[in-house]
């Protein structure tokens, strides 16, 4: 590949109103966008990093200017693998990779990664943590939602009453749980019975990274993702017998690249494969959007989140995602 030349840019992004997880609470969300120009295309990828993991604007942009020379001399992506270490930081330079070679060879990143031609797909839409009625009235303000993700902040009690309130405001959803870490193994007998009773699909990360080995041996009625537990390829192997799902973050496996070696694994190993999102715009959302044309779950509303999303953008109808090929890896228009 010829020389190029990196650009980095950082923008802070204001959400339409706070975002509450799991012992965190989020109001603007920070981005960091990767240009890659070969004096004649420019192909452009943007990450949130990792919040969790110490990921962050700072972070990023120190990981790119230490090996500013070696992207600059125009690695493969698979090169970049060895460049980079898993984060935000190669997501964006793996994403401006995808879509400089879609530019260069008049091929849509869809058709370099050999996959089908996409179709509009189904997302899940999130309900922050909040009291139960509010939670419910958010559900219900998704009045084209097919598919619902709800967060859980641990406290068990309250969590089941946000559950069965949501649940009763949107009995025609598939609805699923985000525990985001904030759950004992011990809370789970009472959490899964009561997920169960309000037909709840998947429950999300209930344990803390590091406590993977607390569910050796726990039988869930309700199937179990991993997320902050999953990172990237290498966690994979852990994965069997503890979760049954793996949800693939751009951001924290490092890009489309190794979103697609995760989701052929997972596969392997008989895990069912779902796509997740940081907060981000849509130019963040597109690559997560061919990925989600091999993925089982797809939860990639990051730019509903914002107060204003960069153009152009990614569309919502029905319940479903929408990633055109003006928004992001699409060869330059003859």
């Not at 309900?127 to 902040?153: C, F, H, N, W």
């Not at 009453?161 to 904030?182: K, S």
């Not at 751009?250 to 907060?279: F, P």
Request: proline content about 6%.
């Amino acid at each position: 590949m010829p020389a190029l030349k990196l650009d980095v840019s950082v923008d802070t992004l204001r959400l339409a109103e706070p975002f509450r997880i799991s012992g965190h609470v989020f109001e603007t969300a920070d981005v960091l966008t990767v240009t890659l120009d070969d004096g004649e295309h420019r192909g452009l990828g943007e990450a949130g990093g990792v919040y969790y993991l110490g990921d962050d604007l700072a972070h990023m942009r120190v990981e790119l200017e230490r090996v500013r020379e070696a992207i600059e001399a125009g690695p493969t992506r698979e090169e970049l693998r060895a460049i980079l270490p898993p984060g935000g930081a190669r997501n964006a330079v793996d994403a401006a990779l995808w879509d400089l070679e879609a530019k260069r060879t008049g091929r849509p990143v869809w058709q370099l990664a050999g996959i089908g031609e996409p179709k509009p797909i189904v997302t899940t839409f999130t309900v922050s943590a909040d009291d139960p009625e509010a939670m419910a009235d958010k559900a219900r303000s998704y009045a084209g939602a097919r598919s619902i993700k709800m967060k859980l902040t641990g406290e068990l009690g309250l969590d089941i009453e946000r559950v069965r309130a949501v649940r009763a405001a949107r009995p025609d959803v598939w609805l699923g749980v985000d525990g985001n870490q904030g759950f004992a193994v011990a809370d789970l007998p009472r959490l899964t019975e009561a997920l169960v009773e309000a037909r709840v699909a998947l429950l999300e990360q209930p344990l803390a990274r590091g406590r993977e080995a607390d569910l050796d041996g726990v039988t869930s009625p309700v199937p179990i993702a991993g997320d902050e537990s999953l990172l990237s390829l290498a966690d994979l192997a852990a994965a069997p017998g503890r979760f049954d799902v793996v949800n693939i973050k751009l951001d924290k496996c490092g890009g489309l690249t190794e979103g697609l070696l995760m989701a052929a694994e997972a596969r392997r190993l008989g895990l069912g494969v779902m796509v997740g999102t940081m907060v981000g715009t849509s130019l963040a959302t597109a690559p997560g959007f061919v990925l989600g044309q091999v993925c089982d779950l797809v939860d990639l509303d990051g730019p509903t989140f914002l107060a204003h999303d960069r153009k152009p953008s990614v569309s919502y109808r029905d319940g479903e995602l929408w990633a055109g090929p003006e928004v992001w890896g699409a060869p330059v228009p003859a």
